[in-house]
């Protein structure tokens, strides 16, 4: 694991890609990422609001830089080269560009994430099915975790003859089967705890429910205990994580049936007093129910809530009220982000959001403690944070402003690049890798492949040997607009 190279609390403004790349790996534990949707529109933001000036493109047309990239990606990684390329073919040329401006992008997330990090990509049924194919291909379908529907509105009345499209969609994965992961609980009502949960003992209000699940069981689960056989009515035993607090050692080591008699002994077990009848166990009111995958913005949960204030959802609150609005286009609320950073990350933990508009992501991080960085290739939204961080944060100090590229300190103490020439000529065979032509080894010049004024290393991987035409060409472009004008002027197909 690296240490980042950078500090916290940096807002860089520049292209994301190009910050990634010179980022340490596995130096960061969460990412959440709200890149544009491929919507086919224009944003800006409205005259006269804070974030006036504020604007960025969502649309996407196929051009010689993508295909370079798309090269590489079929170079590095078939898989996923072949899923832009279906999604090219079914839904067309703006949606392979910007599948492929995300395929590289997602890859450097991932380099960056730590092994117990977590992604959260937020995107909307535009192209929330092609990037769930780029997730499961770059995280590995083993990892995907959730899809979250967020309900960001009441109604959409300006579309006829199809559903109001009210929600946006939120890949979560993680990086590996050690993430971190703590879902807060959201409380009940008032009106329903009075409605379901009347009856009340020692330790407190509860309901009685079920202590059998569907569908048969082999074994102890499957068989009759005081007189009620669960097989006979096509279910097994199925005793709830709830009472497990109430079992010696949580229940470890103990059978089914030895389970529900100290469960029966201690009072949290009823019979109906119709003999025959099916056993139920004492459900108390807890503190809420875990968060599922869908999050909905519901009005009027707040001030309907049982008992105290402590009980008062946080993310509901913040949900609600809407005075954090700053004008800039597509700005998400705070309430979204608490909860995702409060779920995956700890106190102190790094968070990155790489495409972070007015930084919504950022001030949630803030505010619960862990460190963050943001980036956004617009100047506005750096000046907007700013003042953002200052009037809800009071962060008047310690916010670092960077647009340069970064380099990274991650890839140790690497010998003079120079040293390499004749490896890479033997690597290579002689040929240029730009005109693929072949060279004597004097006519051979060494290239970086991400350019050193953009943050790019004098590793090994970073190195090729180019003709002294084509290294002059290449000057400080991107390894992509470098084949992509090559091809243009016919040097290479
Ligand atoms: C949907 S908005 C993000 C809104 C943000 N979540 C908020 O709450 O304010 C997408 C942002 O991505 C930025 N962006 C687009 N392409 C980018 C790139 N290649 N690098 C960095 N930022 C980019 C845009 O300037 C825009 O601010």
Same mark, same amino acid.
């Given at each position: 694991m690296a240490?980042?190279?950078?500090?916290n609390r940096t807002l860089w403004t520049g292209d994301n890609l190009d910050?990634?790349? %010179?980022?340490?790996?596995?130096?960061?534990?969460?990412? !959440?990422?709200?890149?544009?949707?491929?919507?086919?529109?224009?944003? &800006?933001?409205?005259?006269?609001?804070?974030? &006036?000036? &504020?604007a960025f493109k969502d649309t996407w047309a196929l051009s010689d830089v993508d295909e370079a990239w798309h090269g590489e990606i079929a170079d590095k990684d078939p898989t996923l080269y072949a899923i832009i390329d279906a999604a090219g073919l079914s839904h067309g040329k703006g949606m392979k560009s910007y599948l492929i401006m995300m395929a590289v992008r997602l890859l450097e997330m991932k380099r960056l994430l730590k092994l117990s990090g977590s992604v959260y990509l937020h995107c909307d049924p535009t192209a929330s099915h092609y990037l769930k194919t780029l997730m499961d291909s770059i995280f590995g379908a083993g990892n995907f975790r959730s899809e979250i529907v967020w309900r960001r509105s009441n109604a959409h009345s300006k579309i006829t003859k199809q559903f109001g499209p009210i929600h946006d969609t939120l890949l979560y994965y993680s990086k590996s089967e050690e993430r971190i992961f703590h879902p807060g609980v959201r409380p009940y009502t008032r009106a329903y705890i009075e409605d379901r949960f009347k009856k009340r003992d020692e330790h407190g209000r509860y309901q009685t429910n079920y202590?059998?699940?569907?569908?048969?069981?082999?074994?102890?689960?499957?068989?009759?205990?005081?007189?009620?056989?669960?097989?006979?009515?096509?279910?097994?035993?199925?005793?709830?994580?709830?009472?497990?607090?109430?079992?010696?050692?949580?229940?470890?080591?103990?059978?089914?049936?030895?389970?529900?008699?100290?469960l029966y002994q201690q009072g949290f077990i009823v019979f109906p007093k119709k003999p025959g009848g099916q056993p139920m166990y004492k459900q108390y009111v807890g503190s809420g129910v875990p968060y599922q995958d869908v999050w909905a913005y519901q009005p009027n949960t707040?001030?309907?809530? !049982?008992?105290?204030?402590?009980?008062?959802?946080?993310?509901?609150?913040?949900?609600?009220?809407?005075?954090?609005?700053?004008? !800039?286009?597509?700005q998400k609320p705070l309430g979204l982000l608490n909860r995702i950073i409060r779920t995956s990350s700890n106190k102190g933990d790094m968070v990155l959001d790489p495409f972070c508009g007015c930084a919504t992501a950022c001030v949630a991080a803030e505010k619960f403690g862990r460190q963050w960085i943001g980036i956004d290739l617009s100047p506005v939204a750096a000046?907007?944070?700013?003042?953002?961080?200052?009037?809800?944060?009071?962060?008047? !100090?310690?916010?670092?402003?960077? &647009?340069?590229?970064?380099?990274?300190?991650?890839?140790?103490?690497?010998?003079?690049?120079k040293t390499h020439k004749h490896t890479m000529y033997g690597k290579q065979e002689g040929i240029c890798a730009?005109?693929?032509?072949?060279?004597?080894?004097?006519?051979?010049?060494?290239?970086?492949?991400?350019?050193?004024?953009? %943050?790019?290393?004098?590793?090994?991987?970073?190195?090729q040997l180019l003709c002294g035409a084509c290294n002059s060409m290449k000057g400080t472009r991107s390894q992509e607009e470098f084949i992509a004008q090559l091809k243009t002027a016919g040097m290479r197909q």
């Open positions: 240490q980042p190279n950078w500090q910050i990634m790349r %010179g980022m340490n790996s596995e130096s960061i534990d969460l990412i !959440y990422l709200d890149p544009p949707f491929n919507s086919n529109r224009q944003f &800006a933001a409205p005259i006269g609001s804070k974030a &006036a000036g &504020a202590l059998t699940g569907p569908e048969t069981r082999e074994g102890e689960s499957g068989e009759s205990w005081r007189g009620f056989d669960p097989t006979s009515v096509g279910r097994h035993w199925a005793i709830p994580r709830s009472l497990r607090e109430f079992l010696p050692s949580g229940g470890n080591g103990m059978s089914s049936h030895e389970k529900l008699e100290c707040r001030g309907v809530l !049982y008992e105290s204030d402590e009980h008062i959802d946080e993310d509901v609150k913040w949900l609600e009220a809407e005075p954090e609005k700053v004008g !800039y286009p597509t000046t907007l944070v700013k003042s953002r961080l200052k009037e809800e944060m009071g962060l008047f !100090y310690d916010v670092h402003h960077r &647009a340069d590229i970064p380099h990274r300190t991650d890839l140790g103490k690497l010998p003079s690049y730009g005109c693929l032509i072949m060279f004597p080894f004097r006519n051979m010049t060494i290239d970086h492949i991400i350019p050193q004024s953009k %943050g790019g290393s004098d590793h090994l991987d970073n190195l």
